[in-house]
């Protein structure tokens, strides 16, 4: 339903919304206002601190079975998710270091840390730095040292996350020519 909201009406409701909205009619009244509010809205969204950042929350049930598997086998990449993307053309970092930093603020999965509790496990949601965005040249470097450095960034991807001190997205991008990068991203999902 939420796709298709999407699809139809170019608008992204948060998926609470669709299970708030129990009728066709409700679910409608929402649509509506959400369409005013965006002929308000900034082109860009501000961001919004929820309740939870900076607290410790309870567990999603996806996030608890997150924790449990990960419990039963710490040192397991199973639930590495590794992305490499070759970029051509001009870049500058500095944007995407702000654009990495707008989607790990618009994603608190991506800054969470998990830690057991008296309770039980808690999520921990921390501020998204943009220097966890880690650049490294190789322009400069020989066809061998070159090679053991790509080498070293993939192998990044077989190294698993500490789910309680994070942070549990890696980004890495490597400058291999004037305009040519290679551009990792890991994270744990």
């Given at each position: 339903?939420?796709?298709?909201?999407?699809?139809?009406?170019?608008?992204?409701?948060?998926?609470?919304?669709?299970?708030?909205?129990?009728?066709?009619?409700?679910?409608?009244?929402?649509?509506?206002?959400?369409?005013?509010?965006?002929?308000?809205?900034?082109?860009?969204?501000?961001?919004?601190?929820?309740?939870?950042?900076?607290?410790?929350?309870?567990?999603?049930?996806?996030?608890?079975?997150?924790?449990?598997?990960?419990?039963?086998?710490?040192?397991?990449?199973?639930?590495?998710?590794?992305?490499?993307?070759?970029?051509?053309?001009?870049?500058?970092?500095?944007?995407?270091?702000?654009?990495?930093?707008?989607?790990?603020?618009?994603?608190?999965?991506?800054?969470?840390?998990?830690?057991?509790?008296?309770?039980?496990?808690?999520?921990?949601?921390?501020?998204?730095?943009?220097?966890?965005?880690?650049?490294?040249?190789?322009?400069?470097?020989?066809?061998?040292?070159?090679?053991?450095?790509?080498?070293?960034?993939?192998?990044?991807?077989?190294?698993?996350?500490?789910?309680?001190s994070g942070p549990v997205l890696r980004a890495l991008l490597l400058r291999t020519g004037d305009e040519e990068h290679l551009f990792y991203?890991?994270?744990?999902?």
């Open positions: 339903v939420a796709s298709r909201i999407r699809e139809v009406f170019q608008l992204q409701l948060p998926l609470s919304t669709v299970f708030e909205a129990s009728t066709i009619e409700a679910l409608g009244r929402r649509i509506d206002e959400a369409q005013r509010e965006r002929l308000h809205a900034p082109t860009v969204p501000a961001l919004a601190v929820s309740a939870t950042d900076a607290e410790r929350t309870d567990l999603s049930y996806s996030q608890q079975r997150m924790w449990v598997i990960h419990s039963l086998a710490p040192g397991s990449t199973a639930y590495n998710m590794p992305v490499c993307l070759w970029l051509h053309g001009a870049l500058r970092a500095d944007v995407l270091r702000r654009a990495l930093a707008e989607v790990a603020e618009r994603h608190d999965t991506l800054r969470s840390t998990y830690r057991l509790t008296d309770t039980g496990p808690v999520c921990e949601i921390a501020e998204w730095s943009p220097e966890q965005l880690g650049v490294e040249d190789l322009r400069s470097l020989g066809a061998t040292a070159r090679g053991r450095a790509l080498q070293r960034a993939a192998d990044d991807a077989r190294v698993p996350f500490d789910l309680q991203l890991f994270f744990f999902y």
